[in-house]
């Protein structure tokens, strides 16, 4: 004789409330985490979004404002001292913590416009010859400071002289890359820092 035992309605309701409230802690559980997640997300990709405005508004707001002037120290100021600094005395090649400062004003690409000016300021060794080339980009606001579709060149070779500098004029507005090439004689490349210094700035 077997005895079965039978589970009462109310014993059924309740174990069934029981997997509900379960269930439904579990479901609450994973949608909060879910949500979280999203705001950790969108979080990130603001800051990230905003912090890549930020920078490339830098390589803009030189055409329109001389944001040097603030602290006293004029776009015309740092290339009459930067002249200065390269064309006299004997400088040894090797950025120290003073040049590196000083080198927070050097570009390589801005925004400028039509009849704007920069200057490139150059020491390299005697016996070595420079290439200063200016490439005018494609208009693509943000992503141009970025990637430089070229659609404009110009360029200068010195071979006269190891200090010196060169200006730059342009005749459209538009977003430009700057770059150089130093050669010894014998065809050697040398490298910015360690074998020559450059600084390009607005004029």
Same mark, same amino acid.
């Given at each position: ?6 589970q ?6 309740w174990?069934k409330?029981?997997? *509900?409230?379960? *269930?439904?802690? #579990? ?9 979280t997640f999203?705001r950790?997300y969108m979080?990130? +990709?603001v ?7 930020v !920078?490339?508004?830098l +390589?803009?707001v030189?055409?329109?404002i001389?944001?040097g ?6 776009q015309a100021d740092?290339v ?9 005395g ?8 003073l040049e590196?400062l000083?080198?927070l004003?050097?570009?390589? /690409?801005?925004?400028?416009r039509a009849?704007?000016?920069i200057v490139?300021?150059f020491d !390299?060794p005697?016996g070595?010859?420079i290439?200063l @080339?200016?490439?005018q980009?494609? &208009?693509r606001p @943000?992503i141009?400071?970025?990637d430089?579709?070229l !659609?404009? *060149?110009q360029?200068?070779? @010195?071979t006269?002289? &190891? ?5 730059f ?7 430009y890359h700057f770059?150089?090439?130093v050669r010894?004689? &014998?065809?050697?490349? #040398? *490298?910015?820092?360690?074998e020559y210094? @450059? !600084?390009?700035? /607005?004029?």
């Amino acid at each position: 004789m077997s005895l079965g035992i039978r589970q009462s309605s109310s014993a059924k309701t309740w174990t069934k409330v029981l997997l *509900e409230e379960s *269930e439904f802690s #579990l479901k609450a559980k994973k949608k909060s985490r879910e949500h979280t997640f999203r705001r950790m997300y969108m979080t990130v +990709f603001v800051l990230f979004g905003s912090a890549i405005l930020v !920078i490339s508004s830098l +390589f803009y707001v030189g055409a329109f404002i001389d944001v040097g002037k603030v602290v006293g120290v004029s776009q015309a100021d740092r290339v009459e001292r930067s002249k200065l600094e390269m064309t006299s005395g004997n400088k040894s090649f090797g950025l120290g913590p003073l040049e590196s400062l000083k080198d927070l004003f050097n570009v390589d /690409r801005v925004y400028m416009r039509a009849g704007q000016t920069i200057v490139a300021t150059f020491d !390299i060794p005697k016996g070595s010859e420079i290439t200063l @080339i200016i490439k005018q980009c494609q &208009n693509r606001p @943000i992503i141009e400071v970025f990637d430089c579709q070229l !659609i404009g *060149e110009q360029s200068k070779k @010195i071979t006269s002289k &190891n200090k010196g500098f060169f200006r730059f004029s342009v005749s459209k507005p538009g977003f430009y890359h700057f770059g150089q090439s130093v050669r010894k004689r &014998n065809g050697q490349q #040398l *490298e910015a820092g360690s074998e020559y210094r @450059i !600084i390009w700035q /607005r004029g």
